[in-house]
Structure formats: C-alpha cells, structure tokens
C-alpha cells in the first residue's frame, strides 16, 4: 500500500488503511512521543491523542511537506497540549544555580540512543520540551515561544538549562561508571 493510497483510504474514513497507517507510523512516532513524556505509558497515551487527532484532520491534510512530518508536528502538538504551561515558569526559578561540568567526549558516544533519551526524559518538562524541539526538531526559539505559550527569552534559558542539567546528569552517570569499573 502506498502512501498515497493510505491517505485516500483514511480520507475516506476506511479502517483498513487506518490500521495501515497506524501500523506503518506507530514506531516513528512512538519515538517522538518518548522523547517528550517521562514514561512510556504517557507516550502511548500522547500517541493515542495524536492518532485521534489525524484521523479528524486527514480530510484537511494537504500534500505540500511530507506526511510523515505532517504526523510528527501533530504528535508534538499532543505531546506539548498535555502539560501544564505553568510549569515553564516554575521551572525558570527552581533550577537557577545548575553546575557547569565538563562532559568527556567519548562519553557520549559509548551511551546508547536508549540511555541518552532516558536521561533526555528525567530533564524537567519544560527543559525537556525546549531541548526536543531546538535540537531535535529543529525550531527557532521564536517558533517554540509560539508552540509553548512563553517568551523566545524563556525558550533560550530553558534551553541553557537544559543543556546544563542534561551535562550534569551524563557527569553523574560517568563518575557511577568509574567507580563500578575502579570498585
């Protein structure tokens, strides 16, 4: 079944090419999901959202980008609709005096992509959105700063921190090495 095909079928409200789609772009997305939840339950819940959410606006999809990333911005979209906006400020002053360690090269590349977005998923909401769609999806700060509802400043800070927090957790998990390794 081709791309095309899937889209028409589910423009037509067809459970086949529903569970196609679904099938054919749950890992991708699940991924996604992941990267903005802390567990994988409230992925999957993020996941379900997003689905819901295709499957109302598939009639409005028009094929200007990829579809796949017409999918991620909705699983985003989902993923960013489920948290308190708030907590952006509250995380702005609690974490001010965040430690600026120097991470080793080679650690990063000796973590698998699964531990990295395990530590990405331990970084507060707020930093661990504004890490995900700067770095990894790409977004200026103006564009967060519209997605999230705060300041292109906070979108910078939260980033800074981020990054700080994310540098301070891979220290930790360093030095946890070298001590099983030593010990």
């Not at 890992?27 to 996604?32: A, F, G, K």
């Not at 109302?56 to 999809?61: E, F, G, L, S």
């Amino acid at each position: 079944m081709t791309e095309s095909e899937i889209i028409r079928g589910c423009q037509r409200g067809k459970a086949k090419y529903q569970k196609e789609l679904v099938l054919r772009y749950s890992p991708q997305l699940m991924t996604v999901a992941r990267r903005y939840c802390r567990d994988d339950h409230a992925a999957r819940d993020v996941l379900q959202e997003a689905f819901i959410k295709v499957f109302r606006a598939i009639d409005r999809y028009e094929p200007t980008g990829a579809f796949p990333a017409w999918l991620r911005r909705i699983v985003i979209n989902a993923a960013l609709q489920t948290k308190d906006k708030a907590s952006y400020q509250r995380e702005q002053t609690n974490l001010d005096a965040v430690a600026h360690p120097l991470v080793a090269p080679n650690v990063l590349s000796q973590m698998g992509a699964e531990e990295l977005i395990a530590l990405i998923q331990q970084l507060p909401d707020g930093f661990r959105d504004v890490f995900n769609l700067y770095v990894l999806e790409g977004y200026s700060h103006d564009e967060i700063a519209d997605m999230l509802g705060i300041a292109p400043g906070t979108s910078r800070s939260q980033l800074v921190r981020a990054r700080q927090k994310l540098q301070a957790m891979i220290l930790q998990r360093e030095k946890e090495c070298y001590v099983k390794r030593v010990g």
